[in-house]
């Protein structure tokens, strides 16, 4: 037998190259799994079949250029060519079978056992590369026992790979479990070449018939294996490192996305979405820290509140999105007439907050002037939409100290702003208040003040449509109080209905009015006409018909100068027992009107039984003339009704020439409303229009 020897330098490089191998398979298996292309997949699946193939390939050829025999040796191209690419086939499957999203025991059973398989063909096709006369003769045993060794080595490394594929691990256990793995495959190796025996006699004709000589084959070897790994692992590093690059630019873009988002909701949290005002929770904390700075400066603070007048008419004339566009409009109006200090909210709906600090004897008046104008220059689209608002004021630190109280009483104002008439502003005062204590005041103030100059009826004119002269006017009470100023019309009906004072105050009401209206007769206006509400409590009233009577016949005044105005619900309310009232009125020749006409519960069935000798169609249809094809039909059919039934009709609330127009095309006889007139005194009253 020829005995063989080991070159220790060429073992130890196989070594090396077998872990080498071993750690580009490790990564490669984890690129497979990591892509999410197709194409990519198949790119890594190819070069790190070919890198870890030829590393295979390269341990066993650098081991068996380790082998050396007392004769010259040599490697037939054929045959190694086929054990390369043996090893890639190994390899390719291996790559495949790990990077599979399962891998069951029996799959991994019958892969190692393929891929030993396959080691082993490449290691004994390397073998017989030699193509040793005569043939090398192998130990039983130890060829047995290699290929239990390549299968088991199949094994560790695909189980290996398959649970590092898609871990982050540390450099230092990858290392170590390439060296596990590359320890097994040299370890079939050496034993496979411990299994070949030569005889004595033994002739290499590789060495002499053509065959790549071992040192061409050694330098070529080891430098083409070791470049092809080298490449694809320096690829692979390459493309991890961009990896982490842009996965670090993904999360600074996603944490930076992140901190906008942030950013964003909580603006959102504390802005109105639709104007981009502070919201009420906002709004309240800088009223806060305004009214902390008017404290330590000595300053007042004026805080508004700010209602627009008949918004659902123009949601129902022109669209939600024709409101929201008004809603922005009017957001900007008040951004700009407000100064750098000063607040403007949006607390919900309608209704706006306005907050700024008054320096010396600055009140706040003017303000809501110029607000209350600007509201009637908003155009949306290029349409005038004649918005109009109710405003209230509240004044720190003289109707409060703290921004809750100050918004309270400001809406508290706005809503008697707009008890006295809509499109004005009111300051906030303690009458205004629901409280039961302030209510009992207001109403001993209230008594008193029946027959003193604090009560008084103001005038808003009628016009006929047909000849634009004044045919009458509609008496509206006004008290002006001493101490709190002018108070609503409807705070004083509302306490006198609470109250039981209705028959009083109705009664001084209707005994003004035919005073004066004989006054205006005696003046040279015999055709003038004036109009007294009455409440549905008056009707209830047993002397009603008798008090008419006598008011009539003490100011010696034609019945037919006198027009009582009864609202739709005030009749329906007990309809037989109103119907025979109105009637026994009528019958003492008083004109009886039908107020706010179309906004009640009554049917025709009512109608045509109640004595009335004329219909108001009620502001809400009036206003929207002009936008509203369906409210023109609905006026339109309410005059047609009102002449069928022998009814004279007016329209109130004319606010607009165009309004005007419409009503009058229509066919109403009487207009009234603001365009027209605005309730003045009756010595007002004279000299505007007598």
């Known amino acids: 037998m020829l005995a063989g020897s080991y070159n220790p330098l060429f073992v130890v490089l196989s070594v090396l190259v077998a ?92 892969g190692a056992l393929l891929m030993g398989l396959g080691i082993a063909w490449m290691h004994y096709a390397g073998m017989a590369a030699l193509r040793m006369q005569p043939a090398i003769d192998y130990d039983p045993l130890r060829f047995a026992l290699s290929i239990l060794i390549a299968v088991g080595a ?85 493309e991890q490192r961009m ?48 009214l902390q700075r008017c404290s330590r400066d000595d300053l007042a603070c004026a805080v508004m509140t700010l209602d627009l007048d008949e918004f659902r008419h123009i949601n ?19 951004r700009r007439l407000l100064p750098d200090e000063g607040l403007v909210g949006r607390l919900g709906g309608d209704q706006y907050v306005i907050a700024l600090p008054l320096a010396g004897d600055a009140t706040a008046a003017p303000l809501a002037e110029r607000i209350l104008i600007a509201l009637n220059a908003v155009r949306v689209g290029g349409r005038d939409m004649r918005v109009t608002g109710s405003l209230g004021v509240a004044l720190y630190p003289a109707h409060g100290d703290s921004t809750a109280q100050l918004v309270v009483h400001a809406e508290t104002a706005t809503r008697h702003a707009k008890l006295a008439g809509r499109n004005t502003h009111a300051q906030f005062a303690e009458w205004m208040s629901v409280d039961a204590e302030q209510d009992q005041r207001l109403l001993e103030d209230l008594h008193k003040a029946i027959g003193t100059a604090q009560l008084t009826l103001h005038y808003q004119p009628r016009v006929r449509a047909d000849s ?87 100011n010696e005044l034609e019945p037919s100068r006198l027009v009582l105005e009864v609202s739709e619900n005030a009749v329906t309310r007990d309809a037989d027992a109103a119907v025979g009232m109105l009637r026994a009125i009528a019958a003492l020749g008083v004109g009886i009107s039908i107020d706010d006409f179309g906004t009640g519960f009554s049917s025709l069935l009512q109608l045509r039984r109640l004595p009335a ?78």
């Open 316 to 334: 129902s004339a022109f669209g939600p999105q024709a409101g929201d566009a008004v809603m922005v409009d009017v957001a900007e109006q008040l």
């Open 19 to 110: 872990i080498l191998a071993s750690f580009t398979a490790l990564d490669m298996a984890s690129r497979v799994s990591a892509s999410r292309h197709s194409r990519a997949t198949l790119g890594w699946l190819l070069a790190g079949g070919i890198a870890m193939g030829a590393g295979i390939w390269s341990m066993h050829f650098v081991g068996m250029l380790a082998f050396r025999l007392p004769i010259p040796l040599g490697y037939d191209l054929g045959l190694t060519v086929e054990s390369l690419l043996v090893a890639i086939a190994a390899s390719l499957f291996a790559l495949w079978l790990v990077s599979r999203p399962t891998l069951p025991h029996l799959r991994l059973a019958l």
């Open 243 to 290: 990896q982490a690059r842009l996965l670090h630019l993904r999360n600074s873009t996603l944490s930076a996305s992140l901190d906008d988002a942030r950013k964003e909701l909580f603006h959102a949290s504390r802005h109105d979405s639709l104007t981009g005002l502070p919201n009420r929770q906002l709004s309240h904390d800088r009223m806060e820290q305004l």
């Open 468 to 554: 634009d002269r004044v045919s009458g006017a509609e008496a509206l009470i006004r008290w002006r109080h001493p101490v709190h100023g002018p108070v609503p019309s409807e705070r004083v009906i509302r306490l006198a209905e609470q109250n039981g004072m209705m028959d009083v105050i109705g009664l001084w009401v209707l005994d003004e009015a035919c005073r004066q209206i004989r006054c205006w007769h005696d003046a040279g206006h015999a055709d003038w006409q004036v109009s007294v509400n009455l409440s549905g409590l008056q009707l209830d009233s047993p002397r009603l018909v008798e008090d008419v009577r006598q008011v009539l016949q003490r």
């Open 154 to 238: 199949s094994w560790s490394a695909l189980y290996i790979a398959f649970r590092m594929r898609a871990m982050e691990q540390a450099l230092p256990q990858r290392l170590a479990a390439a060296a596990v793995m590359g320890l097994a495959i040299v370890g079939m190796h050496y034993t496979g070449m411990a299994a070949a025996r030569f005889q004595a006699d033994s002739v290499c004709a590789a060495a002499t018939s053509g065959g790549i000589s071992v040192e061409w084959l050694a330098a070529c070897v080891v430098m083409l294996t070791v470049a092809v790994m080298a490449v694809v692992l320096v690829i692979s590093l390459f």
């Open 613 to 690: 000798t004329e219909i108001k169609i009620d502001r809400a249809f009036v206003v929207a003339l002009e936008d509203s094809d369906e409210d023109v039909v609905v006026v339109s059919a309410i005059v047609a009704l009102g002449h069928a039934l022998n009814m004279e009709v007016v329209a109130k609330g004319i606010e607009t020439s165009g309004q005007r127009t419409y009503a009058e095309r229509l066919g109403c006889d009487h207009l009234q409303g603001h365009q027209l007139g605005r309730p003045v005194s009756a010595e007002s009253f004279m000299r505007l229009y007598g």
